[in-house]
C-alpha cells in the first residue's frame, strides 16, 4: 500500500480527538434527584425556628411561587410560624430614587447588628417585575451588612401588581420574624402607591429626604408627609450640613400645621449622613422613643390588629378580582365589552352588570 505524505499544512484538516460528551448522564440524574428532595414543610418550619437561613430562603421562594402546590406548602409554613412571629419592630423606609435609601440601611442596619438586633432588609418595588435587577445594585451599595451573619437581606418579589408583591412581603416578614430576626426593614421607592403599601405593614414610617434648593416642601405627597413618623434629611455631610439644617427647620414648621396622631407620638425630624454615620444612632433612639409611647398606651398592639384585618380584606379583594379577570369567558366578554362602551353602543353600569351576570352563572 502507497503511505500517503503526511500533510503538514496548516490549511489541511485533520481529524481531531472526540469531544467528550457535553452533559453526562450520571451528572443530569444527580442533579435531577437533588432537585426532587424538596425539604417538607415540617423539616422548613424546625428549621426556620432553629434560625436557619436557607430554609428560611427556601420558605420565601415558595411564597413567591405561583404553584398552587407550593402556595399551600407556604400557606402551611407561614400558619406554623404565625406564633413565633410578632415580637419584632417592622419599619418602613421611603424616599424618592437616589435619596440614599440603600446606602442609609447599610448604615443604620449595621448600627442595629452592632446593638445586637438582628436584622432582616426587605424591599416593595412592583416596577422591578423582572425582579433581581434593582437589588443587584443594592447587594453592592449593602456590602458590609451582606456580609454581616446578624442580617439578612432578601430582594423585592417580583410580581405583575402591586397587591401580589405587598402580600408576599407581608408572609415573608412573618417568616423572618419566625427565624428570630427582631428588626425588619422594608425599603420602598417613593412612587406611586407602594409607600400606602408599606405603611400598612410596619410600625415606624421614616421618609428620607435630601435638602434642595430652600424649597424643600415642593414635590413632597402631602399623604407621605402625614404617614411619616420621622422625616430624616440623608447627606447631610460636606457642604451639605447647612442646607440640611435649614431644611429640618422647615419640615419641622410644616409638620406642626398636621392634625395629631392617633399614636400620640409627635413626627420628628432629624439630619445624619449614611457616610459619616452622624445622626444614624439618633434615629433608632427616635425608634426607641416611639416604641416606648406606643406600647405603653397600646397604639401599636391596636395597629397591628387593625393591619391583620386590613390585609385580610385586601387578600380578599385581590383574589376575587384575581378570579373575575381570568375566567376564560371573562377574559373575551370583557374586550368586546370594552369596545361597546366606548362606542356608545351600552351604559358602563349595563356593560358592568352584563358581566358580573356572566361570571355568577
Ligand atoms: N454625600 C452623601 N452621599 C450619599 C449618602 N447616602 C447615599 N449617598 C449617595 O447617593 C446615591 C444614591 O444612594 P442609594 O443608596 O442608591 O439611594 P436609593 O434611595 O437607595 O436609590 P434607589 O434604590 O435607586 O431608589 C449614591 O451615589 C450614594 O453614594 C450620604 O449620606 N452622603
Ligand atoms: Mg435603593
Avoid at 434527584?33 to 420558605?59: H, T, V
Avoid at 416596577?127 to 430582594?155: C, F, Q, W
Avoid at 421614616?206 to 405627597?221: N, R, T, Y
Wanted: glycine share 8%.
Amino acid at each position: 500500500m502507497k503511505k500517503s505524505k503526511p500533510n503538514k499544512s496548516a490549511l489541511n484538516e485533520k481529524e481531531g480527538i472526540p469531544q467528550p460528551e457535553f452533559i453526562s448522564d450520571l451528572v443530569v440524574k444527580n442533579i435531577k434527584g437533588y432537585r426532587k428532595i424538596q425539604p417538607s414543610s415540617d423539616e422548613l418550619i424546625n428549621g426556620i425556628l432553629k434560625g436557619n437561613i436557607s430554609d428560611l430562603s427556601r420558605a420565601i421562594t415558595l411564597v413567591e411561587s405561583t404553584n398552587p402546590e407550593h402556595l399551600a406548602k407556604a400557606n402551611e409554613i407561614i400558619g406554623a410560624c404565625l406564633s413565633n412571629a410578632n415580637k419584632s419592630i417592622r419599619i418602613g423606609i421611603t424616599g424618592v430614587p437616589g435619596v440614599g435609601k440603600s446606602t442609609f440601611i447599610e448604615a443604620f442596619g449595621k448600627h442595629l447588628t452592632s446593638l445586637g438586633k438582628k436584622v432582616a432588609v426587605l424591599a416593595v418595588d412592583p416596577s422591578s417585575t423582572i425582579s433581581h435587577g434593582s437589588i443587584l445594585g443594592d447587594k453592592t451599595r449593602m456590602e458590609e451588612l451582606v456580609k454581616d451573619k446578624n442580617a439578612y437581606i432578601r430582594p423585592s418579589a417580583s410580581g405583575e401588581t402591586l397587591g401580589g408583591v405587598a402580600r408576599k412581603t407581608r408572609e415573608t416578614i412573618i417568616l423572618c420574624e419566625a427565624a428570630g430576626f427582631d428588626t425588619i426593614i422594608i425599603e420602598t421607592v417613593g412612587v406611586g402607591q407602594s409607600e400606602t403599601a408599606v405603611h400598612s405593614m410596619v410600625d415606624f414610617f421614616l421618609l428620607l429626604k435630601i435638602s434642595g434648593a430652600g424649597d424643600e416642601l415642593q414635590g413632597i405627597k402631602r399623604g407621605i408627609m402625614e404617614m411619616a413618623d420621622a422625616i430624616v434629611i440623608n447627606k447631610a455631610d460636606g457642604d451639605n450640613i447647612k442646607k440640611a439644617k435649614l431644611a429640618k427647620t422647615e419640615f419641622n414648621r410644616a409638620l406642626h400645621l398636621f392634625p395629631a396622631k392617633k399614636s400620640g407620638w409627635m413626627p420628628i425630624v432629624s439630619t445624619c449622613s449614611s457616610y459619616t454615620k452622624d445622626g444614624i444612632d439618633a434615629v433608632w433612639k427616635t425608634i426607641s422613643n416611639y416604641l416606648e409611647l406606643t406600647k405603653s398606651n397600646s397604639y401599636f398592639q391596636e395597629k397591628r390588629k387593625e393591619q391583620n384585618q386590613y390585609w385580610m380584606m385586601e387578600t380578599i379583594n385581590e383574589q376575587l378580582k384575581n378570579h373575575f379577570y381570568n375566567h376564560p369567558e371573562i377574559i373575551d366578554l370583557l374586550e368586546k365589552k370594552k369596545k361597546a362602551v366606548q362606542n356608545d353602543e351600552l351604559s358602563p353600569f349595563a356593560a358592568a352588570l352584563e358581566l358580573l351576570s356572566t361570571y355568577y352563572k
